[in-house]
């Protein structure tokens, strides 16, 4: 999801009605391995060296940036990976109304980093759905010219053959009146920019990219049958839930949205254009159905579904699929749910989070050499009480300033005591400030402790040192930086947390 924040959550509310296809390739869409989103709004990002080797290691071979990050970008220079980039939605404007600036645009993110990096970018993917109904139309005017204007400038840079324009939409674009997929059509209100938008998509070589979240469809409706939102195991009997569409019996989320969008495309004569999946995964945490062995389950249904190419009804070969995602992002925005810094297959760190078996039954590799702040961790003094009346404006800062979305309830450290939350909240204050002198100074009410305070499923973590990294060349400034960059805003904020002293 990307700088993808928004509330695609409503997206899929509905969970017969919305869909995702493949079709008859103008021009073929060709597998390359697994494909993975890689969300870089992280305190201490994963240095993209190690990252583009995790995603090597674990056989992915195609990669979704939301936005021209350059330590990423540098990173997939030679790496044989294709790269999806995306501009985000804030561009929109200056790119829709000025075709200098998607020129300038596309010198500054594609050109440079083809021509000087050796990036292999197949994809620039404009906007981040950008229909979605919750935007209340403010991007449906600007979408359309600012593709225009993208690919007009991948022309004049002699890219448009190696660099093809795209959409990534929510499936919240179309729906279906009777709840069959055969049923599909555009939402009323966009029916036309629609229609115009995937004619010039395939006019000129697009390709049309859809995200599908069965998790959201589930943790919207308290009534949504839990097992359709799964892909079913090898001989079980079909989803009680599972919709009969004539012949076809469609038996999870995933296979009804993706037709349903499929049906909305032949109706309108654009059966033709190519659809790839841009996200679609499950979270671990910070919701009550967030958790790993729900993840597990859904993805190892999606990662068998991908390795056997296996599609839906009306699409039989599985297109492209952007698993969401590679990585946890503990910067991101939280507004559409405590999940969404929790979707990664892999641990902030690159660790996996539980085993998921890959072609040949191979297991995930975890990330190799990162290197980790001190082991150590910051909690509530022994003989502070958890009632102390500066507590509570303690928490509230050190959550502020640092990812607490573990601590709700359902979620992996949920059942802590008072004095477990207190102390899981100045140790992620800790941990973020890089373990800084001054940082886990919370009034005398904290002390730095070596015995892991870790209980059950609900982990302390210890931060990655983004200054220790084996980084070589410009991968390694970049890296630099990123740290450098949050470590002077630490540095400001350790500085106001001992001045007040709470």
């Known amino acids: 999801m990307s700088s993808c924040l928004a509330l695609r959550a409503l997206a899929v509310a509905v969970w017969v009605a919305a869909a995702y296809p493949v079709v008859f390739r103008a021009r073929p869409v060709q597998a390359v391995g697994l494909a993975a989103n890689w969300g870089t709004r992280a305190l201490h990002p994963l240095p993209g060296d190690i990252t583009v080797r995790l995603l090597r290691d674990n056989g992915f071979g195609k990669v979704k940036l939301f936005e021209a990050d350059a330590a990423a970008l540098q990173a997939l220079g ?3 990976i294709q790269v999806m980039l995306g501009l985000p939605n804030e561009l929109l404007a200056p790119v829709a109304a000025s075709v200098n600036a998607a020129e300038q645009w596309v010198l500054r993110n594609v050109s440079s980093y083809v021509s000087r990096y050796g990036v292999d970018i197949r994809y620039v993917a404009i906007g981040n759905e950008p229909f979605l109904k919750s935007y209340k139309g403010k991007f449906e005017s600007l979408t359309l010219p600012a593709v225009q204007n993208v690919q007009a400038a991948l022309v004049k840079a002699g890219l448009a053959r190696q660099v093809r324009v795209t959409v990534p ?62 892909f079913p195991s090898p001989g079980a009997p079909p989803s009680q839930a599972s919709v009969q569409d004539g012949n076809v019996l469609y038996t999870n989320v995933f296979d009804a949205n993706y037709d349903t969008l499929i049906a909305a495309l032949e109706k309108h004569g654009l059966g033709a254009i190519p659809v790839i999946v841009g996200e679609i995964g499950w979270p671990t ?18 990662f068998d579904r991908i390795i056997a190419g296996k599609g839906t009804p009306r699409r039989p070969t599985m297109p492209d699929v952007y698993v969401f995602a590679l990585l946890d992002e503990d910067n991101k925005s939280t507004d559409p749910g405590n999940f969404e810094r929790h979707w990664g297959v892999f641990n902030y760190d690159g660790t996996p989070k539980y085993r998921l078996n890959l072609a040949g039954g191979r297991p995930l590799v975890p990330a190799k050499g990162v290197r980790y702040l001190s082991k150590q961790w910051c909690v509530l003094r022994p003989d502070a009480s958890p009632t102390d009346p500066a507590i509570g404006g303690a928490v509230e800062y050190a959550c502020q300033y640092s990812d607490c979305t573990s601590l709700g309830a ?14 899981y909240a100045f140790n992620q204050f800790f941990q973020a400030a890089n373990q800084q002198k001054g940082s886990c100074s919370f009034n005398n009410l904290s002390v730095i402790t070596t015995t892991d305070p870790s209980q059950g499923a609900c982990r302390f973590h210890i931060q990655i040192d983004t200054g220790r990294h084996e980084l070589t060349g410009k991968s390694a400034a970049a890296g630099r930086v990123a740290g450098l960059s949050w470590s002077a805003t630490v540095l400001g904020l350790v500085g106001g947390l001992v001045a007040a002293a709470w």
């Open 285 to 302: 945490d910070g919701d009550r159905n967030a958790n790993a062995a729900s993840a597990m389950r859904f993805n190892q249904g999606l």
């Open 169 to 230: 939409l929510n499936a919240d674009v179309y729906e279906s009146s009777d709840g069959r997929p055969s049923s599909g059509d555009f939402r009323a209100d966009i029916t036309g920019l629609m229609v115009s938008l995937v004619r010039f998509l395939l006019d000129n070589g697009g390709i049309l990219t859809i995200n599908i979240y069965p998790f959201l469809s589930l943790d919207a409706d308290p009534n949504f049958p839990v097992d359709y939102a799964f």
């Open 78 to 80: 030679h790496s044989g």
């Open 410 to 423: 359902g979620s992996s450290c949920g059942g802590l005591d008072a004095r477990g939350n207190v102390s």
